[in-house]
């Protein structure tokens, strides 16, 4: 479903939810390539995307929501201590559509920072969580994809981090080199993309 939608305080204008039988549901915006939130229940209350000549054209998740990031996942930092940038400019991200697969779940594709990007969400088998994999190609150098940012990040056992409190919980490959930094506002934990073509996929548990 594509709509507006409020977060972070703002009215976000390019955003499409993804509703599944699982009942785990997200809202992504389409011009920042950015996983907005997630959550498990009923899909969305569209009531005034029509009501009274739907003038907010708000969607308007109908469960508990877990917030993430209204930043682009992916970004060309000048150094791994580079601030990660709170947005893309409107012109700097070209959309390419999305693509479904057998089970009718979106892969969005666009181009930013001088690659092709894809970007799945899939639910786990048993809707425990999803799985979000990241693709780049033809990047000409070298890219950064941050996977979480909270006031607090932990790192556990088998690749496993704790975000925000245990709000949720982050599972990355051992060969993705994944390190969590410091920031003015807490914490990120970002994993380098290389040159060329490389993939991420990482899990969200909650």
Same mark, same amino acid.
């Given at each position: 479903?594509?709509?507006?939608?409020?977060?972070?305080?703002?009215?976000?204008?390019?955003?499409? +939810?993804? &509703?599944?039988?699982?009942?785990?549901?997200?809202?992504?915006?389409?011009? $920042?390539? %950015?996983?907005?939130?997630?959550?498990? =229940?009923?899909?969305?209350?569209?009531?005034?995307?029509?009501?009274?000549? /739907?003038?907010?054209?708000?969607?308007?998740?109908? &469960?508990?929501?877990?917030?993430?990031?209204?930043?682009?996942? @992916?970004?060309?930092?000048?150094?791994?201590?580079?601030?990660?940038?709170?947005? @893309?400019?409107?012109?700097?991200? $070209?959309?390419?559509?999305?693509?479904?697969?057998?089970?009718?779940?979106?892969?969005?594709?666009?181009? +930013?920072? /001088?690659?092709? @990007? +894809?970007?799945?969400?899939?639910?786990?088998? /048993?809707? =425990?969580?999803?799985?979000?994999?990241?693709?780049?190609?033809?990047? #000409? =150098?070298?890219?950064?994809?941050? @996977?979480?940012?909270?006031?607090?990040?932990?790192?556990?056992?088998?690749?496993?981090?704790?975000?925000?409190? #245990?709000?949720?919980?982050?599972?990355?490959? %051992?060969?993705?080199?994944?390190?969590?930094?410091?920031? #003015?506002?807490?914490?990120?934990?970002?994993?380098?993309?290389?040159?060329?073509?490389?993939?991420?996929?990482? +899990?969200?548990?909650?």
């Amino acid at each position: 479903m594509r709509s507006y939608l409020m977060f972070e305080g703002k009215k976000r204008t390019h955003v499409i +939810s993804v &509703g599944t039988p699982e009942k785990l549901n997200y809202s992504y915006d389409l011009k $920042q390539g %950015a996983l907005l939130q997630l959550w498990h =229940g009923q899909f969305i209350d569209v009531t005034e995307m029509w009501h009274d000549r /739907g003038e907010p054209q708000l969607a308007k998740p109908l &469960g508990t929501v877990l917030s993430l990031s209204a930043a682009p996942a @992916i970004a060309a930092l000048a150094n791994q201590n580079a601030a990660w940038p709170d947005s @893309i400019a409107f012109d700097d991200l $070209q959309n390419k559509g999305y693509v479904l697969d057998k089970s009718k779940m979106p892969t969005f594709l666009y181009s +930013s920072n /001088g690659a092709d @990007i +894809s970007d799945k969400i899939a639910v786990q088998s /048993g809707g =425990g969580g999803i799985d979000r994999t990241i693709s780049i190609s033809n990047s #000409k =150098g070298l890219l950064y994809c941050r @996977i979480a940012a909270a006031t607090t990040i932990e790192a556990l056992k088998n690749n496993t981090y704790s975000i925000g409190n #245990k709000a949720y919980s982050v599972k990355v490959p %051992a060969e993705a080199k994944a390190f969590i930094r410091k920031t #003015k506002n807490g914490q990120e934990l970002i994993a380098p993309l290389a040159n060329g073509t490389e993939s991420l996929t990482y +899990s969200l548990i909650w």
